[in-house]
């Protein structure tokens, strides 16, 4: 029993454990970080909208069905090497540091986002142009196996506990304003140059974008500092290296830890449990993510035959939507906790699918943007809440690299490829009702991952110490913790002196 009580008693916090945020540093951090996510959006917005567009331009001996299979299969390509880039960048950044490695990841999703603006067409040089539009695509693929994890692991290491929520948020707000940008760049070329002059040379505009956008934020992250808790855990390795020459006994595990040897193996057997409800979590935000940004603008115009911009007007507005609500969204989960709104959102997928599918199909303007904004609704429940709730599932010197990989393969198998298989299931059997029908299975998984997870709202991040805003409040902090650790002591005392007395120690009387 001695052993178990001693097991079970808490250190007391002192002012050394306790971070408290530089708050100009955090701004910084977390504007950096989302400028990464807005450049990598705007092209994502940019390509879903132009989907029709690029299919006639490379793909121009299929049919339009087959056309926009053919643009949305170069698309899924991308997603295939994420998990490569993850392998590499994710392990990368927890030993050289986050910043370095989201600066790399900035500078190759630039370089190939605007080299796409440079491709030419099928009609020019035959299969080569689809070839290379591949090429630039995984190139993208690649160093954005990298870049959310990176940047959401980043935001959350600088985040106050209290709150995360909020500005794990503003991550996901940078993404759907790139969308929005990207894709109300080519709803406002389809208006003024007409559908002929965005084939003819207009579709090229929006890549030539990116290049401007990927500078700036390279110029921001090359500006930031490493994260507070990268440099603990830095220190900590340097000390049990340094403890290795000095010839002191080292644990194994700690020396793994610190070379950054054995940490694939870890990551899958020690954590593995994290790795699926992270996979399950990242499957139900992509699925509804890609759903909405990527495959409803080519739903509405190539299966329901709507105007092209009244269907990117329609998408454009549900961006809007989720813009608007996203950061109030993080900020309810910072007071709610993360689980009550995952599984609230996971219930209303499920519910609300097909009667937002019912309403877009119902064509016009008023029923079909009802519809949107349901599933816009839907969507900023996981957007909202999922950058602080996915790097807390791992410790600090894993963090970046299990994140990375089991956040893009789950990206990967299922949410880079809801388009593609979307599109191919709704060619394939004429239903144009299956998009919500793969949503609601999307809303069963998250709901069942939902229950596996650990409520993490205001709690240190796993592996680092508590994270304040004020120097008062970790005074406050650390004398709370000290008044506990003492309390844990007199009890710890009284049943080592009555050790058959199971009554609390209040209720006991000498």
């Known amino acids: 029993m001695l052993r178990t009580l001693l097991r079970r008693r808490k250190k007391a916090l002192s002012s050394e454990d306790v971070t408290v945020a530089d708050q100009p540093q955090v701004?910084?951090?977390?504007?950096?970080?989302?400028?990464?996510?807005?450049?990598?959006?705007?092209?994502?917005?940019?390509?879903?909208?132009?989907?029709g567009t690029m299919g006639k331009i490379f793909f121009p001996t299929s049919s339009p069905g087959a056309q926009v299979v053919s643009t949305f299969a170069t698309f899924?390509?991308?997603f295939l090497v994420r998990p490569l880039g993850g392998l590499v960048f994710g392990p990368l950044g927890d030993r050289i540091g986050r910043q370095k490695v989201l600066a790399a990841t900035m500078i190759m999703m630039a370089a190939s986002t605007f080299a796409v603006g440079f491709l030419p067409s099928y009609a020019s040089v035959g299969f080569l142009a689809p070839l290379l539009l591949l090429v630039c695509r995984l190139?993208?693929?690649?160093?954005?196996?990298?870049?959310?994890?990176?940047?959401?692991t980043y935001?959350?290491?600088?985040?106050?506990?209290?709150?995360?929520?909020?500005?794990?948020?503003?991550?996901?707000?940078?993404?759907?304003?790139?969308?929005?940008?990207?894709?109300?760049?080519?709803?406002?070329?389809?208006?003024t140059l007409g559908p002929q002059g965005l084939e003819d040379w207009g579709w090229r505009i929006p890549f030539f974008i990116a290049g401007p956008?990927?500078?700036?934020?390279?110029?921001?992250?090359?500006?930031?500092?490493?994260?507070?808790?990268?440099?603990?855990?830095?220190?900590?390795?340097?000390s049990e290296a340094g403890a290795a020459e000095?010839?002191?006994?080292?644990?194994?595990?700690?020396?793994?830890?610190?070379?950054?040897?054995?940490?694939?193996?870890?990551?899958?057997?020690?954590?593995?449990h994290a790795v699926l409800i992270c996979m399950g979590l990242v499957l139900l935000y992509n699925v509804t993510n890609y759903m909405v940004t990527s495959y409803l603008p080519t739903y509405m115009t190539v299966t329901l035959g709507e105007d092209d911009t009244t269907a990117q007007l329609l998408v454009l507005g549900t961006m809007l939507l989720v813009v608007l609500t996203i950061t109030t969204v993080g900020h309810t989960s910072d007071r709610w906790g993360r689980r009550p709104v995952f599984l609230a959102g996971s219930v209303a997928l499920v519910a609300l699918a097909i009667p937002a599918f019912l309403l877009i199909?119902?064509?016009?303007?008023?029923?079909?943007?009802?519809g949107c904004a349901v599933l816009g609704l839907l969507l900023v429940c996981f957007a909202g809440t999922a950058a602080?709730?996915?790097?807390?599932?791992?410790?600090?010197?894993?963090?970046?690299?299990?994140?990375?990989?089991?956040?893009?393969?789950?990206?990967?198998?299922?949410?880079?490829?809801t388009p593609l298989f979307t599109s191919a299931l709704v060619e394939a059997t004429g239903n144009d009702m299956v998009p919500a029908y793969y949503l609601m299975v999307a809303g069963v998984i998250g709901f069942v991952s939902t229950l596996f997870l650990h409520e993490t709202a205001g709690k240190p991040l796993r592996g680092s110490g508590p994270m304040v805003e004020t120097a008062d409040e970790a005074d406050r902090l650390v004398a709370r913790s000290r008044t506990a650790a003492g309390r844990q002591a007199r009890d710890l005392w009284i049943r080592l002196r009555h050790p058959w007395d199971h009554r609390p120690p209040r209720d006991r009387r000498d």
Do not use: C
């Open 27 to 51: 701004r910084r951090a977390v504007t950096a970080a989302a400028l990464g996510n807005t450049m990598e959006w705007f092209d994502f917005g940019v390509y879903a909208y132009l989907a």
């Open 76 to 78: 899924a390509a991308a």
């Open 139 to 152: 190139v993208q693929g690649f160093s954005t196996g990298g870049e959310y994890a990176g940047a959401t």
């Open 155 to 191: 935001i959350a290491e600088y985040a106050p506990d209290k709150r995360r929520g909020f500005l794990g948020s503003w991550l996901d707000f940078g993404t759907f304003v790139g969308y929005a940008l990207g894709s109300g760049l080519v709803t406002v070329l389809t208006l």
């Open 213 to 238: 956008l990927g500078l700036i934020g390279l110029y921001m992250r090359l500006k930031l500092e490493e994260t507070p808790a990268f440099k603990k855990e830095a220190a900590y390795a340097a």
């Open 246 to 272: 000095d010839g002191a006994a080292a644990d194994p595990h700690d020396e793994a830890a610190a070379t950054g040897r054995g940490h694939l193996k870890e990551i899958f057997t020690r954590h593995w």
């Open 361 to 370: 199909r119902e064509g016009g303007i008023l029923l079909p943007a009802v």
């Open 388 to 417: 602080s709730t996915l790097p807390a599932l791992f410790p600090t010197r894993l963090r970046y690299g299990a994140l990375s990989i089991a956040f893009n393969i789950s990206v990967s198998l299922f949410g880079g490829t």
